[in-house]
């Protein structure tokens, strides 16, 4: 059984008589090494995306008190005697 790598090809795509584990199909840029497909994770969680969370969470909590404070401002005026 041949092990395929995430690029799709097989694992023999990505030996060579040079250095190197880079698909000879895909190319470095595409593949730059053999990872086999099974060994995927889903929801890997890398350090940089801990940091983009918190900042997309403080983003929303700013953003949902902003529009707490717009309907409780209209709230207001809607219902003022003055209206």
């Known amino acids: ?7 799709g090809h097989p694992e023999a795509a990505h030996e060579h ?11 470095r840029e595409a593949c730059p090494h053999f990872r086999p497909a099974a ?28 529009a707490a404070r717009a309907r409780r401002r209209a709230r207001r005026q809607l219902w003022s005697p003055d209206a």
């Open 1 to 7: 059984m041949t092990t395929a790598c995430r690029c």
């Open 17 to 27: 008589y040079r250095p190197g584990t880079d698909c000879g199909a895909c190319g």
């Open 39 to 66: 060994a995927r994770r889903r929801w890997a969680v890398r350090p940089g995306d801990v940091v983009t969370l918190l900042a997309a969470a403080a983003w929303y909590a700013r953003v949902s008190a902003a």
